[in-house]
């Protein structure tokens, strides 16, 4: 197995080593590269990947670099909550938003008009830009259907914004039930779990205990027992601070710390 340290760049977090630091893997690159063309182009991008792929962390990061990537406005991220009919998704997200007040948190009879009008001030007024969508699977087609009328009707309006959704499959049931998501929809940008050898990086990057030589046998371990899941490697590390810190790492404190994993 080839476990070369491939370094990273540390993109938030202090210089100390620790399961805070967060890492620019690839995927930010790559999506920085859609946001960009959907900002160019005015269409949609999408994230999949499978759980602990690194899709939200990339979408909070894109959130905190997005005034210094020469894009007008601001950025502004978001969780998706379920929901119901084609006005509940923009409620949700306006209310999230500080917009419409006690009009949009109690009136559940809002017209989509009313609220494409509400949004247009205030989207114009704070100078948003772009929306960062998270766990849109928890959304239905019709909730789409709202953000999509949001998006063409400030378009329209001359204040377009750039749309990024992050999305467990990779044609999501929105998207399959929607044609005009699907024809507005650039392309669908893969996040794959880590490699073996990104995984040892970011263990590096988390603790002294992984700076030595690591044997090849103990860092497949880790990796077939976490399975490249960002969140599960993540969970490893503290954990293997928590009982062996300052202690290099080794086939007992690797195994030992992958029980406490899977028994906790």
Known sequence: MNTKLIPFEVVAGDSTKHPDVIAALPLLSDATELLLDCAATGAIGVISGQPGAGKSVTLQRLAARYAGMSLPGTAFYYCCQANAGPTRGLKDLLAEMGIGGSL????????MQLLLKLALRDFVRKNIRCLLLDESDR?????VTGILALHDHLREKGHPISLLFASMSDFPAWMSQHEAARSRTLRVLKAERVTASQMIGLLRLWGDE???????????????RTGGDLRRLNFFARLHARHFLGKPACHHSVASTLKRLDEE
């Open 210 to 224: 992984f700076s030595g030589a690591v044997d090849d046998d103990v860092v497949h371990l880790i990796h077939e």
């Open 104 to 111: 949009i948190a109690n009136g559940h009879g809002t017209s």
């Open 139 to 143: 959304w239905d087609s019709e909730a």
